[in-house]
C-alpha cells in the first residue's frame, strides 16, 4: 500500500497510553506489548498502515517484518481501513441453523455489498466471522465491539437505520437459559465507565 | 487416588433433584451483580481468606480431592495439574486462565465474566496461592470487549481495595493479574499457543514436552486453566471437596454448563450436575427439539455427533460414558441438528470452521484440513461429486487422525469420519443426485 500523508507518529501524543500499556508486562516480556499496540493503532484508525508497523516495530525493538508477521496471523488487524461500522455475521453452526446464511443474503442485498467489502462512503463494512461464542443467543452481528444477538429482520432494519444517523444503539446483552434475561438495555454509557 | 471422595451412595446427577443449587451462575444475568461491592455483600473473598490461610499444598489436595476436572474441553484433572509445578526456585511463576472461549457451541465463559467476573479473579488468586505463583494471565479472546471492560474494571477495583497487589487480603502473598486480548484466532485457545500469542509471537502451538508447568509463559513454571474450572475453585474451597464431589458420577464429579443452541425451542447456558442425561438436558431444561431432530453435538463441534435416540439421550454427560460412545463431552455444547438439515452442508461448515483456523505450522493438518477437507466438500454441494469422492474424505480423514503437531486436525476429522458413520446415505445421495436430500431452506424465524 502508497502511504502518501508522512504520518505523525501515533503513540507520540499518546505517552501514558504508551507506558500504560509497556508497564503491563515484565521487562523480560516487553514483546507482550506487540498485540495491545496493534489493537490501539487497528480500533482507532481502522487498519494499521506501513508507517504504524514501523512505529511499532521501533517501539519494541522488532523488525517490520516481524510484526507483519504477528499482524498477518491473527484476523483482527486489517491492512486496509474497514468502515465505520464493521458488520461481522457469525458463519459458524449454531448461527447457521439459526438463519445466519440468510441473514447474510439479507445484509449483502440491503447493503448491496458482499463479505469482504466497504461501501464507497466508508461507512459499512461486511464480513463473515467465525463463532463468536453467543451459540445458544443465534444468530449473531458483531458491529465493531458489540454483539447484537438473536437478530430478526427487523432489529436488523432497525440497526441498519440508526448506523446511517450515526447511532449505534446499546444491544439487549441476552442472558438464555439460568437468569433468562432479554433486556432492557443496559444504561448507556455504563461500558467505559 | 488417595484423597478422593468415593462410594457416595446417592450423588446429585438430575437438575430435578431438591439438593441441587445453581451456584457459579447463580449471578448471570443479574443487573448490578458485577462489582466488587456486590461481589463482597455475597460473601465474595471468604475463600480467598479461607485458602490463603492454608498451605499451599493443602489447597491442591483439597481441589484433588473434589474431583474437578478441566472445564476447557480435554477434562485434566485440576489439582493434579497443580501437582505438577516444580517447587519455586526464585523465578516467576505464572497462573494463565484460558478466557478465549471460541469452540463453535461454547459460550459458558463469557457470561461468567461479563456477569460475575470477581469469581474469575478469586480463583485466580487461589490457584496461584495453591501453585506458588504472584503473578496470573487472564487471555480473553478478542471479541469479547464487554467481558475485557468488565475485567479491566473488576481488576482496578481489587487494586484499590488491596485485593490485588502486594499483601493481598492483608496477608503477605502477592499477587496481581495482567489482562490480554486476543485478536481472533481459534488455535489461541490451545495452551501453549496461547502463551506464545501472549508473548506477541505468531499462535503456533509449541513442542510439548517441556511441559507448560517446566516451562510456560516467558519459558517460566505456568499453570493453565479454563475460566469455569477456575471459577469452580472458588466454591470448592468455599464450601468443601465433598460438596462438588456429592454431584456428578465416580467419573465426573461437580458442576458444569450445558449450552444448548441449534434446533431447541428454549437455547441457553444452564448449570447442570455432572451426571445429568442429555434427555434432561434438551428436553427439559431446552424445551426440547423443534421439529424431527437428527443428531446431536454434545459439546462443541469438534465433538463427534451422536444419533438423536433414546439410547443417546439417555447417555450421562460425564468424560467416560462420552468416550464409550466415541465421542467427548467437550465444552459442554450441546448442538442439536433438525431432520431436515443436510449433514454434508452441516459438516461442511464444520470443516470449513477448522480450515480457516488451522495454523499452517504442520502439513497433515495445512494441506489436509485447511486445503482438501473443504475442496471436497465443495466439490459435493456443487453437485459435482462422485461416489469415489465420498470415498476419498472418508479416506483423507483416516489418515488425518493422530497425524497433525496438535489436536485441532482432529477437531476436523474425527466429526466428518462420524458423520459418514451416521449419515454416509446423506453423501452417496448428494454424490449420485447432484442435489442434497434435504434442500436448503431459510431458517431465519424471527
Ligand atoms: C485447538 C484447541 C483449542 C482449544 N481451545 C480452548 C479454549 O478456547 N478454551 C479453553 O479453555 N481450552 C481450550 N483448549 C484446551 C486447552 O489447550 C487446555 O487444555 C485448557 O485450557 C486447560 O484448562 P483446563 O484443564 O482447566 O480445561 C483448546 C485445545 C485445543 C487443542
Ligand atoms: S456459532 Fe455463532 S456464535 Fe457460536
Redesign the pocket.
Known sequence: MIELQTARPFFEDKPELLQEILGRYPDYGRRSALMPLLWEVQRAERYVSEARIAEIADILDLTATEVRGVMSFYSTYHGEPVGRYHLQVCATLSCKLAGADQLTDYLEDTLGLVPGETDAEGRFSLQKVECLGSCTTAPVLQVNDTYYERVGRADVDALLAAMKEDVLPEPARVRAGDNERYGPAAPAGEEDA | MSGAVTDTVDRITSRRDPRFEVTLYAYVGVEGAHTLDAYLERGGYDAARRALAMEPGEVVDLVKASGL????????P?GV?WSFMPPPDGRDRYVVC??????PG?CK?RYLMEDDPHQLIEGMMIAGHAIQATTGVIYV?GEYHHAYERLRAAMEEARARGILGRGVLGTDVDFDLILHRGAGA?????????MNSFEGLRAN?RLKPPFPAQAGVYGRPTT???????ASVVHVVAKGADWFAAMGTDDSKGIHHAQVSGAVARPGVFEVPLGITYREIIHDLAGGPVGPAKAFIPGGT?CPLLPFDDAHLDLPMEYAAMANAGTMMG?GGVIVIPQDQCIVDAMYNVVRFYAH?SCGKCTPCREGVATWLPKMYQKLLAGLGTPEDVDLIEDMVKNLRGTAF???AD?AAWPVQKSLELFRDEYEYLAHHGTPMYPAKDRWSA
Do not use: Q
Open positions: 476436572r478441566g472445564r476447557g474441553g480435554a477434562g485434566f485440576a495439574k484460558n478466557a478465549d472461549e471460541s469452540e461454547s465463559d479472546r481459534y488455535i489461541c485457545g490451545e495452551e501453549t499457543a496461547l502451538p493453565i486453566n479454563n475460566v469455569t474450572t477456575l469438534s465444552t483456523e496438535c489436536p485441532l477437531a
